[in-house]
C-alpha cells in the first residue's frame, strides 16, 4: 500500500519538530507528518525520439540521473522511453545511446507525470566505403546508410580506394536529418588547398556550391575546406528523390562579375565524368550554363562510380568556370 513505518529515537522525541525527510533518487522533500503523512512523488519519462517519432530500436538509450552520482534507470527499449519517480523540484538527466551522451543539467519536475525528450538526428551518409568515428573514446564503425545520432560535433573518418582513411572530417550533427558526404578540393598539381580560401587572403575569393533537384536549384552555401582540403556538403531531405547526383562548386572574387564553377556527378550510377572549362559572361543564367567564351570538354575514358571522395581540380585561372 505504499507504506512505511518511521520511528524517533526516545531521547529525540521532545525536541522533534514532526517533520520527516524522505529522500527519492536524488531529490528530497521535507514535510510535517503530524499535518501530512503522504508523500507523493513525481513520475519522470524519459524518451528517445526522432521527428518522427520514438525510437524503439533495443537496447535504445540508456537513462541515468545525476546529483551526488550516476544512476542508471534503464534502457527506452521497444517503447522509446524509460521512466523513473522523483520529488517536484529539478533533476539531472543523462541519455546515453550510440555512441554518446547527451546530458540535461536541471530539468523542472512538477507534481503529476513529466515528459523529458531526447531527439536524435537521423544522419545519412553517402560514402560506398566503410565510415567510422572514435566518438565516445573508442572506434566505432557507422553503421550505413543510415543512423541516429544525439547532437554534437562527431569526427568521421571515410574508407578511400586504396584501403586507407580519410579523414577526420568534423560533421556538425543537429537538427531532424542530415544527408550528405564529403568532397575534397585540389590545386593544379592534385595537392588538397587546406583551409581554402580562410588562408588565401590575398586572393579574396568567395567559396559555395550548390545542387539541382527536379529541375530547379537549391540555394547557394558558403563553405571553406579543412586542413586536408575537405568539406562536408549536405543535401536537403526534401530534395533527395529529385537530387541528380551532382554538386556545382562556385569560386569567385569578392567583386561582382566572373567566377569559375565545378560540377561533379557524385556516387549513385554509373556514367561519365564530364570536365568543363569556360569564360563565364556576368549575364549567365543562375544554373550556370550561360556564358560565352572557350570551351573544353574532357571525357575520362573509365569512370568508376565507387563512392569514394570525389576531387574537385582547381586550374591556375582567375576567371571562368570549371564542370566537373
Known amino acids: ?19 520527516i525527510t524522505v529522500t527519492l533518487n536524488q531529490t528530497g522533500l521535507e514535510q510535517d507528518v503530524t499535518l501530512n503523512p503522504v508523500f507523493q512523488a513525481a513520475k519522470v519519462n524519459v524518451s528517445l525520439k526522432s521527428c518522427s517519432g520514438p525510437l524503439t530500436q533495443t537496447p535504445g538509450g540508456v537513462v541515468a540521473q545525476g546529483g551526488g ?6 534502457t527506452t527499449g521497444p517503447s522509446g522511453t524509460c ?3 522523483a520529488f517536484p523540484g529539478s533533476v539531472k538527466v543523462r541519455m546515453t545511446y550510440n555512441h554518446h551522451a547527451q546530458t540535461l543539467d536541471s530539468v523542472a519536475v ?5 515528459q523529458i525528450d531526447f531527439l536524435a538526428t537521423k544522419v545519412t551518409l553517402l560514402h560506398a566505403g566503410n565510415i567510422r568515428s572514435n566518438k565516445g573514446g573508442s572506434w566505432w564503425l557507422f553503421e550505413k546508410p543510415t543512423m541516429y545520432l544525439l547532437p554534437d560535433t562527431y569526427n568521421f573518418y571515410f574508407e578511400n580506394a586504396t584501403g586507407g582513411w580519410d579523414g577526420p572530417v568534423a560533421i556538425d550533427v543537429k537538427g531532424c ?17 587546406a583551409n581554402y580560401p580562410a588562408d588565401y587572403s590575398t586572393e579574396q575569393r568567395n567559396l559555395k556550391y550548390k545542387y539541382r533537384y527536379g529541375g530547379s536549384w537549391a540555394p547557394e552555401v558558403s563553405f571553406k575546406t579543412d586542413a586536408n582540403g575537405r568539406w562536408f556538403y549536405t543535401i536537403a531531405p526534401e530534395h533527395l528523390a529529385n537530387w541528380d547526383h551532382k554538386i556545382t562548386v562556385t569560386l569567385k572574387p569578392d567583386r561582382p562579375g ?9 556516387p549513385g550510377g554509373q556514367g561519365e565524368r564530364e570536365f568543363e572549362e569556360l569564360q563565364r559572361s556576368p549575364h549567365a543564367d543562375a544554373g550556370g550554363s550561360g556564358g560565352s567564351g572557350r570551351r573544353l570538354l574532357v571525357r575520362p575514358r573509365h569512370y568508376r562510380s565507387f ?3 570525389q576531387l574537385l581540380r582547381l586550374p591556375r585561372l582567375r576567371q571562368g568556370a570549371h564542370d566537373l
Open 177 to 193: 536529418e542530415l544527408t550528405g558526404g564529403i568532397l575534397t578540393l585540389v590545386d593544379e598539381a592534385g595537392k588538397p588547398l
Open 110 to 114: 512538477a507534481a503529476g507525470t513529466n
Open 307 to 309: 563512392g569514394y571522395p
Open 1 to 19: 500500500n505504499g507504506r512505511w513505518f518511521y520511528t524517533i529515537a526516545p531521547e529525540h522525541l521532545a525536541n522533534w519538530d514532526h517533520k
Open 69 to 74: 552520482y550516476w544512476y542508471e534507470h534503464g
Open 258 to 266: 566572373a567566377g569559375r564553377h565545378a560540377q561533379s556527378r557524385l
Open 83 to 85: 521512466s523513473f519517480y
